[in-house]
């Protein structure tokens, strides 16, 4: 089965909890809390209300809960109003909307040098 561009392929629901490393192929929604560290290759999207404290690393992320870790994007992180994010951020393009809390350090680098 062939997957569409920006279709979610894999949802940690709210009321649920993970400790460990995750990876995912495609994009991914989580809504619960994960301890560890979470991995796609195209784009991760922290809903409201999740609780991660995880290194994250992705394409894209997309942050809306409480997120403290390390995160680096290869295309973009965007933080949404009420997240809370605590750590350091590597990626080409960042997005902080009005009204985040961000206790961090970011790093940009461009699109061409995304090898660390």
Same mark, same amino acid.
């Given at each position: 089965?062939?997957?569409?561009?920006?279709? =979610?392929?894999a949802i940690i629901e709210e009321?649920?909890?993970?400790?460990?490393?995750?990876?995912?192929?495609? !994009?991914?929604? %989580?809504?619960?809390?994960?301890?560890?560290? =979470?991995?796609?290759?195209? !784009?991760?999207? %922290?809903?409201?209300?999740? =609780?991660?404290?995880?290194? %994250?690393?992705?394409? *894209?992320?997309?942050?809306?809960?409480?997120?403290?870790?390390?995160?680096?994007?290869?295309?973009?992180?965007? *933080?949404?109003?009420?997240?809370?994010?605590?750590?350091?951020?590597?990626?080409?393009?960042?997005? =902080?909307?009005?009204?985040? %809390?961000?206790?961090? !350090? !970011?790093?940009?680098?461009?699109?061409?040098?995304?090898?660390?």
């Amino acid at each position: 089965m062939e997957r569409r561009r920006g279709e =979610v392929s894999a949802i940690i629901e709210e009321g649920c909890k993970f400790e460990g490393n995750l990876s995912f192929n495609g !994009t991914a929604r %989580i809504a619960g809390i994960v301890n560890g560290s =979470v991995f796609s290759n195209d !784009t991760v999207v %922290i809903s409201e209300g999740a =609780v991660i404290n995880a290194d %994250i690393n992705a394409n *894209i992320i997309i942050i809306a809960g409480s997120v403290k870790g390390n995160i680096k994007a290869s295309s973009r992180v965007e *933080i949404l109003k009420p997240a809370r994010f605590e750590g350091i951020i590597t990626t080409p393009s960042l997005i =902080v909307e009005e009204g985040v %809390i961000f206790h961090g !350090t !970011t790093k940009m680098r461009d699109k061409k040098n995304t090898q660390t």
